[in-house]
């Protein structure tokens, strides 16, 4: 039967992890007398330790040390210490220094890629799981989604927020990343372009790559290697990259390197590591998966790690901390059912020195949050609300991410669907999601017109004055004493033009008239 194959490979897979794990701890651990005598000494405080693996680029890269275990207390060491990084001790170029928290925030840009359209991953599965974590602590965080997800608007982006003075702390890919020689694929025609520049001569063999979207082209898929990504994040000041794509950090050690290679950087290049690349350009902290992982442990791990920056944990202790997480909690709802899965190993971090974005939240002094507008639509319009299930709202993922790539080129999208298909309940949470994941800048406003009763130019025009009458006071203008239908409208459109707005038309094919009788 599958299912007991299933279990026999588990098994067997688990049994591999202990072996592998308890040769790890022979080979260091109890090499000699010193090395024993040491851990002896420090293996009673493992709660408190830093664990940091330095090893040759090779050693780095292709052994799994997370996975190093002690016969005697039968855990892995990467789940009793307080922090189990990888570090890299001479990068290229200097490391990237924390930028300020301005008003006690953390400046995240997160970039969902999803090339295969609705037949991709869910657009919103690791996302959802991320706001949700953070609960209240959402608060401390400027999240920003990148629109357009390609290469090309990810430079000016971070353009622009260091040209602005802020310059963000994380950016978080949330797609597909690929461990592969790109001239034995249909994305071959990019070696023309980037080998050369970012592969240090060295086109062929395996790289590490990031998908991103490209919609210039018929597959919608755009490779970029760790090397030009950790160049573009250096230039632009963000110290953390975070990376919930498959393969991002994988690596297969080749007996030959060590004679291709010059020096420590040319062997970066030479394995082809992703998330190694990118520390070697000079960023301190960066998350990566070194094996295909599912999309829920993906989920799980970075709600978690979210909400340990959040309270201002270094980013080698959320990252742990969220580790230990899976393994204590190693159900994982994969098709129809839960099944317990030992993938707690998959995340590997890199991390210079312990970096904390964030004061610790507990009366730390200088840490203080500025009052900002409500990004939640629902929370500030009432007329939302009906409109958002009890239960919370669940699926319509492909029609999501429809509506958002939509918005990227065009101002006016039309949702159609039979009647008591949840077009507006779809709309409403969509709203919501724009709205928080900075569509609609630091001030969102949403708002939702009915045409379901007869409406005419002079309700819409109100109805939209009341959400703008704040706006008008503070420029000395009172909207309920402006009766001229003329000059409520010419109102209108100058707040139109200025202040982003979502305007849902709700039931507008009446628009065009109420039918005969």
Do not use: C
């Given at each position: 039967r599958p299912e007991t194959v299933e279990e026999v490979q588990i098994e067997q897979i688990e049994r591999w992890m202990k072996q592998r794990g308890e040769e790890?701890?022979?080979?260091?651990?109890?090499?000699?007398?010193?090395?024993?005598?040491?851990?002896?000494?420090?293996?009673?405080?493992?709660?408190?330790?830093?664990?940091?693996?330095?090893?040759?680029?090779?050693?780095?890269?292709?052994i799994p040390w997370e996975l190093m275990r002690d016969p005697q207390s039968g855990s892995p060491l990467a789940l009793r210490v307080d922090s189990f990084v990888r570090v890299q001790s001479d990068p290229n170029i200097s490391f990237v220094p924390v930028p300020e928290a301005e008003n006690g925030r953390i400046r995240l840009l997160y970039v969902v890629c999803r090339p295969g359209g609705g037949k991709d991953v869910e657009f919103r599965a690791v996302a959802n799981r991320l706001l949700e974590d953070l609960?209240?602590?959402?608060?401390?965080?400027?999240?920003?989604?990148?629109?357009?997800?390609?290469?090309?608007?990810?430079?000016?982006?971070?353009?622009?927020?260091?040209?602005?003075?802020?310059?963000?702390?994380?950016?978080?890919?949330?797609?597909?990343?690929?461990?592969?020689?790109?001239?034995?694929?249909?994305?071959?025609?990019?070696?023309?372009?980037?080998?050369?520049?970012?592969?240090?001569?060295?086109?062929?063999?395996?790289?590490?790559?990031?998908?991103?979207?490209?919609?210039?082209?018929n597959d919608n898929m755009r490779p970029v290697t760790g090397e030009e990504?950790?160049?573009?994040?250096?230039?632009?000041?963000?110290?953390?990259?975070v990376l919930n794509a498959c393969q991002s950090a994988m690596h297969e050690a080749e007996r030959d390197t060590k004679t291709a290679a010059d020096n420590v950087h040319d062997e970066v290049r030479a394995i082809g590591s992703l998330a190694q690349a990118v520390v070697d350009q000079g960023i301190p902290a960066v998350l990566g998966m070194r094996y295909s992982v599912f999309v829920?442990?993906?989920?799980?791990?970075?709600?978690?790690?979210?909400?340990?920056?959040?309270?201002?944990?270094?980013?080698?202790?959320?990252?742990?901390?969220?580790?230990?997480?899976?393994?204590?909690?190693?159900?994982r709802w994969v098709g129809l059912q839960p099944r317990p899965l030992q993938d707690w190993f998959v995340p590997v971090v890199y991390e210079a020195s312990p970096i904390r974005l964030l004061p610790p939240q507990d009366g730390a002094p200088g840490l203080s949050l500025d009052e900002r507008p409500e990004l939640d639509p629902v929370q500030a319009n009432q007329a939302l609300r009906r409109y958002v299930p009890d239960t919370g709202f669940v699926g319509r993922d492909e029609t999501l991410l429809l509506l958002d790539r939509a918005f990227d080129e065009h101002p006016v999208v039309l949702l159609h669907a039979y009647?008591?298909?949840?077009?507006?309940?779809?709309?409403?949470?969509f709203a919501r999601w724009y709205a928080r994941t900075g569509g609609l800048g630091p001030q969102p406003n949403v708002l939702l017109t009915s045409f379901e009763t007869h409406t005419d130019l002079t309700d819409v025009v109100n109805q939209i004055g009341q959400m703008f009458a704040p706006n008008f006071q503070a420029s000395g203008i009172e909207w309920h004493a402006v009766n001229d239908n003329a000059a409520r409208r010419s109102l209108i459109l100058q707040a139109l033009r200025q202040v982003p707005v979502l305007w849902i038309w709700d039931n507008v094919e009446l628009v065009a008239g109420f039918p005969a009788g």
């Open positions: 790890l701890y022979t080979k260091v651990m109890a090499a000699n007398a010193g090395e024993q005598a040491l851990w002896f000494a420090v293996r009673d405080q493992l709660a408190d330790l830093r664990v940091e693996i330095s090893a040759d680029i090779v050693g780095a890269a292709s609960g209240q602590d959402l608060n401390r965080f400027e999240i920003t989604a990148l629109r357009p997800p390609t290469f090309e608007q990810l430079q000016k982006e971070l353009a622009r927020a260091k040209a602005a003075g802020r310059p963000y702390h994380i950016v978080h890919f949330d797609g597909h990343g690929v461990y592969a020689d790109l001239s034995k694929t249909k994305l071959a025609e990019w070696l023309k372009s980037i080998s050369a520049l970012t592969l240090g001569g060295k086109a062929a063999g395996k790289h590490g790559y990031l998908v991103f979207e490209h919609p210039g082209r990504l950790g160049k573009l994040l250096h230039d632009a000041g963000v110290p953390v990259l829920v442990t993906a989920a799980q791990y970075i709600g978690q790690l979210y909400a340990a920056l959040a309270q201002g944990h270094p980013f080698g202790q959320a990252a742990s901390g969220g580790r230990k997480h899976l393994a204590r909690n190693p159900e009647a008591g298909q949840g077009k507006t309940s779809t709309a409403v949470e």
